[in-house]
Every structure is written in structure tokens, then in C-alpha cells.
């Protein structure tokens, strides 16, 4: 069964800081997609970013960017010149076939 | 503009009531997804449908049910078997089921109160 670890329940964050989210994944598929989302206190989940396990190149989605290490099975999402509009819930999560397994998120806080 | 509609965002039932929540998109997509999310935690799947008139189980099935009678449309009915039904609830679709990219798209969300 896969699964998906995010260790961070909170980060503060300086306003123009990069910031990396951790996500670690366990799942025995040879083919999977990895994803993250940003829910913002509103509530509706926002797709970010995509990776798949075969892909060579780590995804990049303009500010966003993931550092995909398969042998470690982990996912990290990079955040560069973090904005005040970035705090948010963001949650990690794993696909195979036709189901999503989420993380249970990280939620970021950007300090002025 | 296209998208998921989710109606109405809040929601307030009384024990032992059944209540339907809405979802409809005009993305034209295949497959439908509802999603539970408590305080702190990720999302967890309820139901999902490939096509219509087709549904399935997710993880947390029970005391809940679906239909899908039009493609555009997959509504929930959280029943009074739910023992613990105050939660967010996500309706998501996607242009296909399988596969493993496949993005899904979300609606606003229904936050549901058991009083």
C-alpha cells in the first residue's frame, strides 16, 4: 500500500526566504505520480506541482520546484522567494492507478 | 470559465437526518472523486466514478452514498449511519481514472456541522 510522511506540521518562514517542504513516500508500484497541493484557508485544493517516477528532470513550475530523489523515496517541494500569499496548508500526495494518498500537510506561515 | 461547483458551503444537519451535498462540473471529465478532511489531516477517499451509472467504494465508504446519473453531476449523501459526519468534504474530478498522472481538479469545498 502506499503511503505518504510529511514531518512538518508548521514552518514560519521569512517573507523572500526559500522554503522546503518535506515529503517522503513509500509505495512498491514501478509507475507512480507524485503531486502537491497548496489548500489556502479558503479551502479549495490548488495543484501545484507534478512529478513522475520516471521523469530524469526534477519538475519545475515557476516558482516551485520539486526535488525528486527516488532512491530515497523523497519529494521535497522547493518554495523560492516565498510570498505572504504562500501561507497555506500544503499537502504531498502519491497516485497509482486510480487513487490519491495524501500526507497529512505542512502548514506555512510567511513572516513580513 | 470552466470548473467544480460545490453547493452550499456550509451545511448544518441535525442528528439522525440524511443530507445531499452537490457537485457538478463542465470540464467534461470522466471520472468524480469525494473526499473527507478532518482537522489536521490529509484527505481521505470516500467514493469515486469512472462513468456514469458506474461508482465505487473508497476507504471510508460507510454511511455514505453516491449516484451518477449525468456525467456532469456526482452528489453525496451523508446518512445517518455516518457516526461521525462533521467534516470538510472535497468533490475532485479528473479526465480519467487511471493512469498515474492525472490531474485532479477540486471544488470550494462543503463544510458540514452535525448539531
Known amino acids: 500500500a502506499q503511503k505518504i510522511t510529511q514531518t512538518q506540521p508548521g514552518m514560519f518562514v521569512q517573507e523572500k526566504e526559500a522554503v522546503t517542504l518535506d515529503c517522503t513516500y513509500d509505495t512498491s508500484d514501478q509507475s507512480y505520480g507524485l503531486f502537491w497541493y497548496k489548500q489556502p484557508s479558503s479551502g479549495e485544493m490548488i495543484f501545484l506541482i507534478y512529478?513522475?517516477?520516471?521523469d530524469e528532470q526534477n519538475a519545475t513550475e515557476g516558482r516551485y520546484s520539486l526535488n525528486f530523489q527516488k532512491a530515497r523515496k523523497s519529494a521535497n517541494l522547493v518554495i523560492s522567494a516565498s510570498q505572504l500569499g504562500d501561507s497555506a496548508m500544503y499537502f504531498c500526495?502519491?497516485?497509482?492507478?486510480?487513487?490519491?494518498?495524501w500526507g497529512a500537510g505542512t502548514k506555512l506561515i510567511i513572516k513580513p | 470559465d470552466g470548473g467544480i461547483t460545490q453547493s452550499p458551503k456550509y451545511l448544518f444537519r441535525k442528528e439522525g437526518q440524511n443530507v445531499t451535498l452537490s457537485c457538478e462540473q463542465n470540464l467534461n471529465h470522466d471520472a468524480m472523486y469525494w473526499y473527507r478532511q478532518d482537522p489536521g489531516q490529509g484527505l481521505r477517499l470516500i467514493y469515486y466514478?469512472?462513468?456514469?451509472?458506474?461508482?465505487q467504494k473508497g476507504d471510508i465508504a460507510e454511511g455514505y452514498s453516491v449516484s451518477r446519473e449525468k456525467k456532469e453531476s456526482f452528489p453525496l449523501t451523508v446518512t445517518s449511519a455516518q457516526k461521525n459526519p462533521t467534516a470538510f468534504y472535497l468533490c475532485?474530478?479528473?479526465?480519467?481514472?487511471?493512469?498515474?498522472?492525472?490531474?485532479?481538479?477540486f471544488g470550494p469545498g462543503t463544510r458540514l456541522t452535525v448539531l
Open positions: 512529478q513522475g517516477s520516471y
Open positions: 475532485a474530478s479528473s479526465i480519467r481514472l487511471a493512469g498515474a498522472y492525472n490531474e485532479q481538479f
Open positions: 500526495a502519491i497516485r497509482s492507478n486510480y487513487q490519491l494518498i
Open positions: 466514478s469512472q462513468i456514469v451509472n458506474d461508482f
